[in-house]
């Protein structure tokens, strides 16, 4: 198996990216195709030594910085890094491609560069996200500001498959993100998508609310890009608040320094339950290879988990699975 | 000044209600109209010793039910303990009307018995959240799931004199919740809203990510309602959820039931800060007269907290300066 990695995406790049990715290699047995300047990889794998074994490079010089408008992936900047391991993806260069870059731009590109599976209207960003009982899956957090509903019901069958396949959900609990749980509650896209999801095949358990998101009531849930903008941002902002008390109950006097070293390996395991880092990256859905998108600020180990998710995404053949149920 | 109150709204209705109202009696010195079954509510007070000098009783048998539709508040269940306090409102019968009861037909009531400020496209339910920094207001949450940009404009007019008037802060900064900070983000709606706000005299500070309203970068936020929802449930469980985390940190092991001593009072004041009781209630922004929605699960200081918030409403004169301010 073959990975493209999008050797200059994200704030840590390249040398966080080329380093996750050599662990990968040594961890995952993997091959790795790195997309960016040949020079200047080679240069920071000689300077911080990362070996290249099982890694070749695609020398591309041209990066897709953050303040570009993500539409111009296609046309003026469809010579970066980020579009080039997007059309090595659909020239079957490698079986997935993994970048850490611009959000915006990664959907724009896997959509119009690689392409969407046939039937499917939209794709979507689909993150999973911790929960007091285990992680659950969002979609879309940011891909489709606006959506039919249609497009929710596309994105619950292939959350369902995903956290089947992938994370080994037996019969997911799919629910639809409303203000209320009862049927008539919401705009006219819940409405009818209410509706939709019902009639479907998956295992939809009717609307939740915000509330009962942390408390993992359903394994899969879909809204629109907007919504899950807000519920996604809302979770990173309210428990970095949080957390942000609780070290200052600990820091206020000799005896709550005590108190912490007290219960040192309970915050440890706090902290891991609610690291992003240990969940990979963000999948996109509905393209016709698997795209990843790994978190902006990804460090190495970061990285190599979102290669290990986008090798399960190929192992488990979540695309076939898809295409199979869309019809 | 008289503060009508529904006795009968809420899960702790009447008892924690009459608690409240007695309690507001003697610690503010105001008059309260009590509407409810006059047999209960004088039962409920002479079992549990609560005193009803300075409180009348208007006497209505029916409650608005939680399972009715809020529509219902103004035909078929006009005649229940919230639609006759609001009736009693608009006839000048008291200052303001504070209920536990209902949120929807709350806002319908009092959007069509005691009715709107004249120009008042909408009603907005506003609420007070904590931030790391200082209480913020945000609104609508939950009034009207979908908004035209004039509304949020005038929501923006609302929270910033609620927030200077009543919490006293200079020059709020107000801002619009969106999926991203840039003004080319989010809907048409956001996008409208934002050249809208731009123009208008409140300091508009921009947009602001959902990440960063725990940490009180902005004093009033807007939005329309099913956003609005979302984001405070969201703020609502993601608190919990952590709770209950830290919670179980200290209880492990001997070692970490020390140090939950040793951190008590720290936790005292942090449970203090998340606590919505701590905050009253909930005004419906927009409507002639003064309605606070106190939390359905109030207990009397909750109560008493949403008494002391009609008490504010009143005296700062907020009506009359919204109707200034939206010609």
Redesign the interface.
């Given at each position: 198996m073959k990975i493209i990695v999008d050797a200059f995406g994200g704030d840590n790049a390249p040398l966080e990216i080329i380093k996750g990715s050599a662990d990968a290699v040594k961890e995952y047995g993997v091959e790795i195709l790195l997309v960016g300047s040949e020079k200047i990889i080679k240069e920071t794998a000689n300077e911080n030594n990362i070996s290249l074994d099982n890694m070749e490079i695609m020398d591309v010089e041209k990066v897709f910085l953050m303040e570009y408008d993500p539409a111009t992936i296609i046309k003026q900047n469809n010579d970066t890094t980020m579009a080039m391991g997007l059309k090595a993806l659909a020239d079957n260069q490698g079986d997935a491609f993994v970048s850490a870059g611009s959000t915006g731009a990664l959907v724009v590109g896997a959509t119009f560069i690689t392409k969407r599976i046939k039937g499917i209207k939209r794709g979507a960003l689909a993150t999973l996200m911790p929960?007091?009982e285990k992680p659950i899956m969002m979609l879309d957090v940011?891909a489709n500001?606006?959506c039919k509903p249609e497009y929710l019901h596309q994105f619950a069958v292939m959350g369902d498959i995903y956290m089947n396949k992938i994370m080994g959900y037996d019969s997911p609990r799919v629910a639809l993100?409303n203000?209320g749980t009862e049927s008539n509650k919401?705009?006219d896209l819940q409405l009818e998508s209410y509706k939709l999801m019902s009639e479907a095949k998956y295992n939809f358990t009717g609307n939740i609310?915000?509330?009962?998101?942390?408390?993992g009531k359903a394994d899969v849930i879909v809204c629109d890009?907007?919504?899950g903008?807000?519920?996604?941002?809302?979770?990173?902002?309210?428990?970095?608040?949080?957390?942000?008390?609780?070290k200052?109950?600990?820091k206020?006097n000799f005896?709550?320094l005590?108190?912490?070293l007290?219960?040192k390996s309970?915050?440890d395991d706090?902290k891991k339950?609610m690291d992003y880092k240990e969940f990979g990256g963000a999948p996109i859905l509905g393209i016709s290879k698997p795209v990843i998108k790994a978190h902006g600020s990804s460090d190495a180990k970061s990285f190599k988990n979102a290669i290990r998710q986008a090798i399960s995404f190929v192992e488990k053949d979540v695309i076939n699975e898809i295409i199979t149920n869309i019809k």
């Open positions: 929960s007091t940011g500001t606006e993100a203000i919401g705009t609310e915000a509330r009962d998101i942390p408390f890009g907007f919504t903008n807000m519920i996604l941002k809302m979770y990173e902002g309210v428990a970095l608040a949080m957390a942000k008390r609780v200052g109950l600990f206020r005896l709550s005590i108190a912490a007290l219960v309970g915050i706090f339950q």
